[in-house]
Structure formats: structure tokens, C-alpha cells
């Protein structure tokens, strides 16, 4: 039982270029999200997903696209990478149920664009 | 609107008892749920309330108040391994709302 995993671990890239960061849950979880983290600035949810096939828009949306084509599955994608997009971003899980808020976070990817 | 407020540092001493407050505003608000996260590491689920009251759960205690908009993280005995950013964060509808956090020093 891995939990939550995050790959890569960490990228540079340079402005323009994309990429697409995976996070793979294997706890059935429903609810997954992507989050960054600034220094100072807490975490920020940018989309998350209740389910397979479905996704949504978080706090601070732009500049990333997403899809959850399998349940445990959630990808983020940079089409255009910018130097404002420099964070350390983390996926979570969660079972989706209203008694709990439990989220499961993976390792994180750090992230810099020059 | 939406606003969370919590502390940005907070300094005690090792074996002590420290209190975090946090106060939120948060539409649709189901309850709060509260964070630790290491230098360098990930967040880490600590506690959740629903309803108002205590929840205790080993050194850490957690308040809730939901008329006053209110509530606390509680750890006693303080170890130098609590050293870490907490996070209160309110949930709401599908997701939850992390505040900035609160930086714990721990002294020796």
C-alpha cells in the first residue's frame, strides 16, 4: 500500500515548455486534488476531481489544465511554463465522505522554471 | 467572503503546552480540520471537527466553536519533533481551505 505517490519528484524547465505531473492514489479514493505551495502563501488547491471522468476548478486554476481518466489517476498539466508557476506542488486523496476531511498527500514535486 | 486567520509564528518551550487559535469565515462551512507539515515533508492529517466540542487525540487536542467562528489546536507535552507549520482549514463543500499556517519553535 504505497498510498500516495507523486512523480517526478522534481523538474526544471524553461519558460514555454510544458509538462505533466502524475499522481497515482491506491487507497479507491473518489476525491483527488493538485495544490501548490508557496513560501509563506500556505496551500492553494488549483483543480481537484470527485471522481473518475470529472474535474474542477480550484482557487488559483490558471495556467494548468487537468484529467482524471482513471479513479486513481490525476494528472496536472503546464502547457506554457512561467516563472511564476516555480512551486512545490502536491496531489492529494481523500474518500470524499462529509464526515471526515482526511486528506492523504503524496511527496510533492518540486518544481522550478527559469 | 472567505477569510482564516491563524498566528504566523508561535515560540514555547519543550514540555509545554501551546494553543493555536484559528478563526475562519467560510460559506457552506462543514468543519474544521487541522494539518502538520514538517520542513521539507507534506502536510499530515491531524484532527477534524464536525461538531463543537473537544477532540482528543493523544498529546493533541482540538476545539471547535461554530457560533463563534472559532477554534484550536492544543499539544501538550511538547517534543523538539513537533517543531513544524500547522494548518487549520475549514471545509466546505468538496474541498477544504488551508489558511498560511503557524510556524511552531520549540525551545530546549
Known amino acids: 500500500n504505497a498510498g500516495v505517490t507523486q512523480t517526478p519528484k522534481f523538474r526544471v524547465l524553461k519558460t514555454g515548455q510544458s509538462m505533466t505531473l502524475l499522481c497515482a492514489q491506491d487507497?479507491?479514493?473518489?476525491?483527488m486534488y493538485w495544490y501548490r505551495q508557496d513560501p509563506g502563501m500556505g496551500l492553494r488547491l488549483i483543480h481537484y476531481?470527485?471522481?473518475?471522468?470529472?474535474?474542477a476548478k480550484g482557487e488559483v486554476p490558471d495556467g494548468y489544465n487537468v484529467s482524471r481518466l482513471k479513479k486513481q489517476n490525476f494528472l496536472l498539466g503546464l502547457e506554457s511554463a512561467a516563472p511564476s508557476q516555480t512551486s512545490v506542488y502536491f496531489c492529494?486523496?481523500?474518500?470524499?465522505?462529509?464526515?471526515?476531511?482526511?486528506?492523504?498527500f503524496g511527496p510533492g514535486t518540486r518544481l522550478t522554471v527559469t | 467572503g472567505q477569510s482564516l486567520e491563524q498566528p504566523s509564528e508561535v515560540t514555547a518551550v519543550e514540555g509545554a503546552i501551546v494553543q493555536i487559535n484559528c478563526t475562519y469565515q467560510?460559506?457552506?462551512?462543514?468543519?474544521l480540520s487541522w494539518y502538520q507539515q514538517h520542513d521539507g515533508g507534506a502536510p499530515t492529517f491531524l484532527s477534524y471537527?464536525?461538531?463543537?466540542g473537544l477532540e482528543e487525540t493523544g498529546r493533541f487536542s482540538s476545539f471547535l466553536s461554530r457560533s463563534d467562528s472559532y477554534g484550536y489546536l492544543l499539544l501538550q507535552e511538547l517534543q523538539m519533533k513537533d517543531s513544524a507549520s500547522y494548518f487549520c482549514?475549514?471545509?466546505?463543500?468538496?474541498?477544504?481551505?488551508f489558511g498560511k499556517g503557524t510556524r511552531l519553535h520549540i525551545l530546549p
Open positions: 467560510t460559506s457552506g462551512f462543514y468543519g
Open positions: 487507497m479507491n479514493h473518489e476525491y
Open positions: 482549514a475549514p471545509g466546505r463543500d468538496d474541498k477544504i481551505i
Open positions: 492529494a486523496s481523500s474518500t470524499g465522505l462529509a464526515t471526515t476531511y482526511e486528506q492523504y
Open positions: 471537527n464536525a461538531l463543537d
Open positions: 476531481s470527485v471522481g473518475e471522468g470529472t474535474t
